[in-house]
């Protein structure tokens, strides 16, 4: 059995690979998001906002208000914790769990919102009493409360347990090492194969194909095992997600590049030269794009994860993606042959 033999019939193996490794990611992913809903309606046990009575009104009562995985304090209606007071803002502040603590940020940079008389204009973890003022002096006061630590300061026991406390507030790292196996599988099995079934006349190709393989699945396999560690609460399904569409992508084009029907092998024998020239010039920016790509994804994602920076370039994008494709349909190139204008002509190229 010759290697094209062996890749007819492997085509159905990998499939097969390919199908099973899709079930597993999205058998998970919906898991992981059906328990993420769960979490965020439910308040956090342990955890409140005091209404303090006023001094001089002995008709008020101590108010406590829950606090979800992520609460927003305003004027408005939609607001998780309303407060009818015209110096707070309709969508004034956000209270969120993050990693286990808990942090408050006003939703603008002129939202007066101060902790224990201290205005700040950024994200800043809260500690068990701190006294939060809305809208300045004229606003209002709500007191974080930490159950927890308010008692064992009293001594008193708190009567949920720990285990139960930390399932409810954490979200647990979702992990699915069968797709994991699965994708490697396919990954070796496709390349492999792919190697194997070069023609004769392109085999000085066959060990810089092998060699550019072997380091993406090393690459690929080392962002698996770092980058969670790396980034908090890092989706694992995401990037084994990805990584299968890297290996699918990678092969289907080195295939389609490098693997030529049966009926071109007359005209690869007379001009093997010039067709490996054409290919190297297919493969190499396409490789190397990738390779780029792999190598800016953790610079990326620690932008993306410390800055504010897909909020900067979302309303960028939304104006500059309209404007690029009018300004190439009005000043483009490409109508004469293609039938639109499809691109812009930039110095030479």
Known sequence: MNAANLAYLMRYIIAGIVLLTTIFLLRHAI??????????????????????????????????????????????????????????????????????DWYIEPLKKHHSLMIQGIPIRQATPLRNGDKLTF????????????????????????????????????????????????????????????????QAEFGIMRRPIFLMLAAFFLILNLYQLIIPRLFRYCDRIVIAAVTQLIYIGIILQLRLTLLRPVVMNEAIEEHAGSILRAMLSLVVPQMGALAIGLVLLPVVMALVARTRFLEIMYPVCLVLTPLLLIVTLVFGGGGETHGATLWLQIGGT
Request: aromatic share 8%; with cysteine; hydrophobic share 35%.
């Open 31 to 100: 898991r992981d998001f059906s328990g993420g809903m769960r979490r965020s309606i439910k308040p956090t046990p342990g955890y409140f906002l005091l209404v303090p009575a006023r001094i001089g009104h002995p008709e008020d009562r101590v108010r406590s208000l829950p606090l979800f995985h992520t609460t927003i304090i305003g004027r408005h209606n939609n607001c998780d914790i309303r407060i009818n007071n015209s110096n707070v803002g309709k969508r004034h502040a956000s209270i969120y769990l993050y990693d286990g």
């Open 135 to 198: 809208g300045g002096v004229d606003g209002i006061t709500l007191i974080f409360v930490d159950e927890r630590e308010s008692s064992a300061r009293r001594g008193v026991e708190y009567v949920v347990p720990l285990a139960e406390y930390r399932e409810d507030l954490q979200r647990r790292p979702v992990s699915s090492p069968g797709a994991w196996l699965l994708i490697n599988l396919f990954a070796v099995l496709g390349g492999g194969l792919l190697v194997l079934q070069m």
